[in-house]
């Protein structure tokens, strides 16, 4: 049975609010306005009440496709978008109609990547189609940690709720503080790679390789505060980092294994370091890795578990990571 909506904390916050981004409406239910959400995009699941919400988005590309389909699919929108200026980037589908019903006073989606969401451009094109009212727009653009702090208070501020939003930031950077501190008194930091696609290969970036440093690892190959890079898989090698997370954007473990063999067959792999040792993990990258949002104190908690098993223990393990050859023995 799903959970009902929570009271809002707030009276003179905007009554109708659309997020267009999971990490968006998992923030918009953590500063306390769960109850004024009248629409989410297609990938929003938690908490449990928003599944029951009306979709206001859809994916163009079909989910179920391999990695290296997926990115194909992804390039040539980009390219298309590339060679006619006047075409926007099309890889998600906004419901203008439904959008129209749901009369939002707010709408929140991201600039940060124009094909991990719905972007901004593609909320803008469907805003200017509506008749029943002009909603707000709040943009996310979280490229580091720094800017994921300055966007739950930006977005607390515009929905009228500023002092919880600055209370929610510092829980959040409290706990992630509390196990960085935690971390430096580790013996070892282990080097890390955490892989963000598979085919091609992609390292993760932007925020992650802070939260893989707060947890007491060393970025084998990834920079803070920068765009993921697609990497060879000869470069991994060269890196051969202690520690290898295969957290696929967008992607739950089940999802993961179905591609795993894109990285796997690779001429080389069973010599990694990270293979030899039993250092290799999978991990819920769509709920953790992915999300801007709340959940990076989850993530950074997922990887002290993996980093620094004997000192970490949060209960992640078994559902929202596991090690590889773990799982393929079952």
């Not at 589908?93 to 991201?110: F, S, W």
């Not at 607390?156 to 959040?172: D, I, P, R, S």
Request: charged content about 30%.
């Amino acid at each position: 049975m799903a959970k009902k909506k929570p009271k809002s904390k707030a009276e003179n916050a905007p009554r109708r609010i659309v997020s267009l981004l999971a990490a968006g409406t998992e923030l918009v239910c953590a500063i306390g306005l769960g109850d004024r959400l009248v629409g989410v995009s297609h990938e929003c699941d938690t908490p449990e009440f928003v599944r029951q919400l009306p979709r206001v988005s859809s994916s163009l590309i079909d989910p179920n496709l391999s990695s290296d389909r997926i990115h194909e699919e992804v390039s040539a929108a980009i390219r298309a978008a590339e060679e006619d200026p006047g075409k926007a980037l099309s890889v998600y589908n906004v419901n203008t109609q439904l959008l129209n019903k749901l009369r939002p006073d707010v709408i929140i989606t991201q600039s940060q990547c124009a094909v991990c969401a719905v972007s901004l451009e593609d909320v803008t094109a469907a805003v200017c189609e509506l008749v029943n009212g002009e909603p707000d727009i709040v943009s996310l653009e979280p490229n580091k940690l720094e800017d994921i702090w300055a966007d739950i208070e930006r977005v607390a501020t515009a929905l009228g709720v500023a002092t919880e939003g600055a209370k929610l930031v510092g829980e959040l950077r409290g706990r992630i503080d509390a196990i960085a501190m935690r971390s430096d008194e580790a013996e070892k930091r282990p080097t890390v790679e955490v892989i963000e696609w598979l085919d091609p290969l992609m390292a993760a970036g932007n925020w992650v390789p802070q939260l893989v440093e707060a947890a007491g690892g060393d970025n084998a190959l990834s920079k803070p505060g920068k765009p993921s890079p697609t990497i060879t898989f000869a470069k991994l090698k060269k890196a051969n980092p202690d520690v290898i997370v295969i957290a696929p954007c967008g992607f739950d473990i089940d999802r993961t294994r179905r591609d795993l063999n894109a990285l796997t067959k690779q001429k080389g792999w069973d010599t990694l370091k990270a293979v030899t040792e039993g250092r290799v993990y999978l991990a819920d990258g769509n709920r953790y890795f992915n999300r801007s949002g709340p959940r990076v104190v989850e993530t950074t908690e997922i990887l002290a578990e993996v980093l620094h098993p004997r000192a970490y223990d949060f209960g992640h393990e078994g559902k929202a990571w596991v090690r590889l050859e773990t799982e393929a023995a079952e």
